[in-house]
């Protein structure tokens, strides 16, 4: 039976590069723009289900923000 899983993305730039991470199963990919860093992260992540790396339940990340005080430029 094929499911449909959502998974969490967090991409920041790195140089020329984007670099997106799955939160979720720790993979990451790279990509020149936002959206292929994303769509290679995609891929990577549909190799490791057919591989059978997807363990269940899936564990979601905690995302939470805070703050702290530092000198601004």
């Known amino acids: 039976?094929?499911?449909?899983?959502?998974?969490?993305?967090?991409?920041?730039?790195?140089?020329?590069?984007?670099?997106?991470?799955?939160?979720?199963?720790?993979?990451?990919?790279?990509g020149e723009t936002i959206e292929d860093a994303v769509s290679n992260l995609k891929k990577e992540v549909e190799l490791y289900i057919e591989r059978g790396g997807l363990a269940l339940p899936i564990k979601r990340p905690f995302l939470t923000t805070f703050k702290v005080l530092g000198k601004g430029s």
């Open 1 to 30: 039976m094929t499911e449909m899983f959502t998974f969490t993305a967090v991409v920041k730039k790195e140089g020329d590069w984007y670099v997106s991470s799955c939160l979720e199963l720790d993979i990451s990919s790279q």
